[in-house]
């Protein structure tokens, strides 16, 4: 099993900046992809970056410019840096990781519980 533990999230004004972070922790053989997701109030979790163990990295058309996935894997750790936020970018973010872990060779994908960023105009 793999645990996600997320922080960083807080109220912000816009034009501000945050840092998110995701921590993963469990018996873990490999983390392949991590990403980030969001959620807004009456829409559907949606893709904000994602980043792979070969270093490609996808964000999302909206935040291209502002954001930036980074990850730390000794620490098992990645982080989304957010500047120039918005109002738009309010919602509830959540890591997500795709891993081998415990006895499995399958990877599966697996989800922190989510941070609120609100971005106040």
């Known amino acids: 099993q793999v645990q996600l533990a997320e922080s960083g999230g807080g109220l912000v004004q816009t034009g501000g900046s945050l840092r998110l972070s995701c921590r993963a922790s469990?018996?873990?053989?490999?983390?392949?992809?991590m990403g980030w997701y969001r959620q807004a109030p009456g829409k559907e979790r949606e893709l904000v970056a994602t980043i792979r163990n070969d270093g490609s990295e996808v964000y999302t058309d909206s935040v291209k410019g502002r954001f930036a996935i980074t990850r730390d894997n000794a620490k098992n750790t990645w982080y989304l840096e957010m500047n120039n936020l918005k109002p738009e970018d309010t919602a509830v973010y959540y890591c997500?990781?795709?891993?081998?872990?415990?006895?499995?060779?399958?990877?599966?994908?697996?989800w922190g519980q989510g941070t609120r960023v609100t971005v106040s105009s």
């Open positions: 469990g018996t873990i053989y490999s983390i392949n992809s």
């Open positions: 997500s990781g795709v891993a081998v872990a415990g006895t499995s060779p399958f990877e599966y994908t697996y």
